[in-house]
Each structure stands twice: as structure tokens, then as C-alpha cells.
């Protein structure tokens, strides 16, 4: 099951900036994936360009996953993905009569098929995953010397710093992905650790009943968690993306 979310911070609530963060979801044909993208506060639009990758990812991981699962050529795969993110971003940009470095955003994902999943990670922002009931980081951030420089899309680097990450599902209970707003909260970037709740969050994803509507209170508790809490560490954007397995035995709280 999934979860995802963003929600606007405090910093551009009080200087008028929209939301800059974005994340999708998209199943088809026995595909599951889930995107998450960071808009750069440097660039003009970067919204539109978090929006534009995050669902020519999710378009892109349902049309190949099994072409790119079964791949030894993991180069191959990630000229592949950017490209086609980059041609996205591009097409948004000339219909909007901009450049495409105004729409500058990380980009993170997931998907998952059968028993096997694959995902990639451009720029800061954490993929995680608990597995045999431990938490494991797949990919940090990318922040180089500096918390506050990263890697975009559109960054000459782009290809260069994109992590591919590949394996089976065995032993694996859920994904989290965030950004680095949320991280500031779930994250400790000093000793590399995601925090225990994530555990929690990604249970209580896979626990919950299956055909829940998007008011659900199950979804509205998720949410005021995100409002509340993650967002008042912060005066980023905050971002979250949760696949989980439904197991047996698990407890269904949320703080």
C-alpha cells in the first residue's frame, strides 16, 4: 500500500512561494511506483519541473520495469531515465516559455513488481527501507561540501551523481522516501540514520485497510502528522513517500 504527501513550509508561507515539492503514485499492469522530486529554491519555477519529473517517472517505471529489472547495464538505465526526465522538463519549460534550468528539482523513486524492485536518486533528500525489521538507508543525500548545494535534473552532473539501486523484495517490509524538509525531522545526517518512526510510518502503511479513500482517517492522521510535527522542525517544504507491506501482527498506531 501507499502513502505520499507534501505539504507547503513555513518559510514560503511567509514570502509568498507555492509548494515546491512533489510526489506521485502510480500502479499498472502488476507495476507499483512512487516518485518524490525537491524544486530548487534557486530556480524561478522549479515547481513545474517537480511536477514534470515526478510523473514522466512514474509514466516511465510502469512502461520498463521489467526491461530495466532484468538489465545488467545499469549505465544504460540511468542515460535512459534522464533523458526521458529531461525531455519532460524541457517540453514543460518551451510550453511555458521558460528555461529548463528554471524548473531545477531533485528526484528520487521507487517501484516494485513481483519480487523484485529498482529505484533511482538524483539530488539531497533520503530512500530508505526496512527490511527483516531493521532500518537501512538506500541512498543519502547528495549535498557535496555543503547542506545547502545538491544535485538537480537539470545539473551538468546529473548522470554522474544519479544512484541506481536494484534487488529483491525478500525480507523487505516498505520503502520511505523524503526530502531533505522531512529529513530535518526523520533524518539524522550527522550519523547517517533514519529515525525509528520511519519504521513505524511504513508498518502502520502496510497495516491499514486496503481501498481506503483519500479522507480515510487513516490517511487524515498521516497527514496531520506531516502539518504538524514534520513541517514545524523545518521552514522547508516537506515531503514523504511510503510503500509497506501488509503483514501479519503489526501495530496499526500513529502518533
Known sequence: KEFHYQVRGHGHLRDGTPVQDRTKYLSSDGVQV????????????????????????????????????????GARIKVELLDRLLAKVSNVADRHGFEPGDLASTFMCVAVSGDRFLGAHIGDGVVGYLKHGELKVVSAPDNDEFVNQTTFVTSRRAAESMRLFRGS?????????????????????????????????????????????????????????????????????????????NLPDVSKGIA
Open 169 to 245: 523484495l525478500v525480507g523487505v517490509d516498505g520503502f520511505i522516501l523524503m526530502s531533505d524538509g522531512t529529513g530535518e525531522s526523520l533524518f539524522n545526517a550527522r550519523s547517517g540514520q533514519l529515525a525509528g518512526a520511519c519504521a513505524k510510518l511504513i508498518v502502520a502503511v502496510g497495516a491499514a485497510p486496503a481501498g481506503l479513500s483519500k479522507t480515510s482517517d487513516y490517511r487524515k492522521r498521516l497527514r496531520r502528522l506531516m502539518d504538524l510535527k514534520i513541517r514545524n522542525a523545518t521552514k522547508d517544504d516537506c515531503s514523504i513517500g511510503i510503500l509497506g507491506r
Open 34 to 73: 512512487l516518485c518524490l522530486a525537491d524544486g530548487a529554491g534557486s530556480a524561478s519555477h522549479s515547481e513545474y519541473g517537480a511536477q514534470a519529473v515526478v510523473d514522466e517517472g512514474c509514466r516511465l517505471l510502469v512502461e520498463r520495469f521489467a526491461e530495466f529489472a532484468a538489465s545488467d547495464d
